[in-house]
């Protein structure tokens, strides 16, 4: 079983940057595609952007698409999520995952392919 631990969250201001991290124990990520989603206040959980299993291909959900950039480090077991130009509708819980179904090969945009979550980190943004 991977545990999962979420960093990086806080406040910011509409238009900053925050770089979240998700780093893995227990297991080693290499041969997993990794996910983060977010639950905005109130809202369902929603997917945010993947990464294959070497890093060479990610896909975006289109509301952070040119703002957010996902990428690993499987040599320190950790994925990271860079998040610039911060909206306040970008406010929410961040959650990374482990994709454990769906496609072998193919980045899942859908929560229920994804198991061994993290705790989540909240990120705040003021507008």
């Known amino acids: 079983q991977v545990q999962l631990v979420e960093s990086g969250g806080g406040f910011v201001q509409a238009g900053g940057s925050l770089r979240l991290s998700c780093t893995a124990s227990?297991?080693?990520?290499?041969?997993?595609?990794m996910g983060w989603f977010r639950q905005p206040p109130g809202n369902e959980c929603e997917f945010v952007a993947g990464?294959?299993?070497?890093?060479?291909?990610?896909y975006y959900a289109n509301s952070v698409k040119g703002r957010f950039s996902i990428s690993r480090d499987n040599a320190k077991n950790t994925v990271y999520l860079q998040m610039n130009n911060l909206k306040s509708e970008d406010t929410a819980i961040y959650y990374c995952?482990?994709?454990?179904?769906?496609?072998?090969?193919?980045?899942?945009?859908?929560?229920?392919?994804?198991?061994?979550w993290g705790q989540g980190t909240q990120v705040t943004v003021s507008s």
């Open positions: 990464v294959s299993r070497n890093g060479d291909t990610t």
């Open positions: 995952a482990v994709q454990s179904g769906g496609d072998y090969g193919a980045i899942s945009r859908r929560e229920g392919d994804f198991g061994s």
């Open positions: 227990g297991r080693t990520l290499r041969t997993y595609i």
